[in-house]
C-alpha cells in the first residue's frame, strides 16, 4: 500500500486546511488512517485516526477545530482543520495505523505554512 | 495524555558500536510500545512494535525490550545507514503520544 499527502502548501491564519490522502495498493476498508504532524524540527504530534465504518478519534487539544473523513469510492482519507494559526505551520503525515499496535506505512508529507 | 520520555536526547556512536536508546511512560502501556527512525527531510518508518517485535524487513541488528513503563532500543553494531532520529510511541491510549526524540549522529 502507498500513501500520498496532498493540500494547498500556504493558508494565511483564520483560514481552513483541507488536505487528502490518496490510497493505493491497497482497500481503504477495513484499515485505520491516521494523520500526524511535525512542526519544523520539532517532534511528532498524533492527529487522530479513522476506521471507514466508524466514528473518528481526535486529539482532545484538536477536536474543536478537526474533521477526519474517508471517502471510500476515491480511496481518499481526508483532514480539515478549521482556524489556522501560525502553530499549524507543520509537515503533516497520513499512515496506516495496523491496530492495536503502529503505524506501519507513511505518506511522504506534506509541508503546510500558515502566515499572514 | 501519557508522557513519553526519551533518553538521551542526543548520542554520538562509531559504526560498530552498541547503541540502547530508552523511553520511560508516564504510566503503564503495557506492551503497546513502538520504535521509529526518522531520516532529515523523510517520513518515520517503523523499526519495532509491540514492544519487541521488529518489523519484516529491518535489519537483524535492531531490537526492542521492556513493558510497562520502560522500554529499550537497542542497535547491535551501529552501521551509517542508522544514523537519525529514534522516536517512541506508545498506542495504548489515546491521545497516541510520542517520545521527544533521540538524535544519533557520528562520533
Known amino acids: 500500500v502507498q500513501l500520498q499527502e496532498s493540500g494547498p502548501g500556504l493558508l494565511k491564519p483564520s483560514e481552513t486546511l483541507s488536505l487528502t490522502c490518496t490510497i493505493s495498493g491497497g482497500s481503504i476498508r477495513n484499515t485505520y488512517w491516521t494523520w500526524i504532524r511535525q512542526p519544523p524540527g520539532k517532534g511528532l504530534e498524533w492527529i487522530g485516526y479513522?476506521?471507514?465504518?466508524?466514528?473518528?478519534k481526535y486529539h482532545p487539544s484538536l477536536q474543536s477545530r478537526i474533521t477526519i473523513s474517508v471517502d471510500t469510492s476515491n480511496s481518499l482519507v481526508s483532514l480539515q482543520l478549521r482556524s489556522v494559526t501560525a502553530a499549524d505551520t507543520a509537515v503533516y503525515y497520513c499512515?496506516?495505523?495496523?491496530?492495536?499496535?503502529?503505524?506501519?506505512?507513511w505518506g511522504r508529507g506534506t509541508t503546510v505554512t500558515v502566515s499572514p | 495524555d501519557i508522557q513519553m520520555t526519551q533518553s538521551p536526547s542526543s548520542l554520538s556512536a562509531s559504526v560498530g558500536d552498541r547503541v540502547t536508546i530508552s523511553c520511560r511512560a508516564s504510566q503503564t502501556v503495557t506492551n503497546f510500545l513502538n520504535w521509529y527512525q526518522q531520516k532529515p527531510g523523510k517520513a518515520p518508518h517503523l523499526l519495532v512494535y509491540?514492544?519487541?517485535i521488529v518489523k519484516s524487513g529491518v535489519p537483524s541488528r535492531f531490537g526492542g525490550s521492556g513493558s510497562g513503563t520502560d522500554f529499550t532500543l537497542t542497535i547491535r553494531g551501529v552501521e551509517p545507514d542508522d544514523f537519525a532520529t529514534y522516536y517512541c510511541q506508545q498506542s495504548y491510549r489515546t491521545p497516541y503520544t510520542f517520545g521527544q526524540g533521540t538524535k544519533l549522529d557520528i562520533k
Open positions: 509491540g514492544g519487541s
Open positions: 479513522i476506521y471507514f465504518n466508524e466514528r473518528p
Open positions: 499512515a496506516k495505523f495496523e491496530a492495536p499496535y503502529a503505524m506501519d506505512v
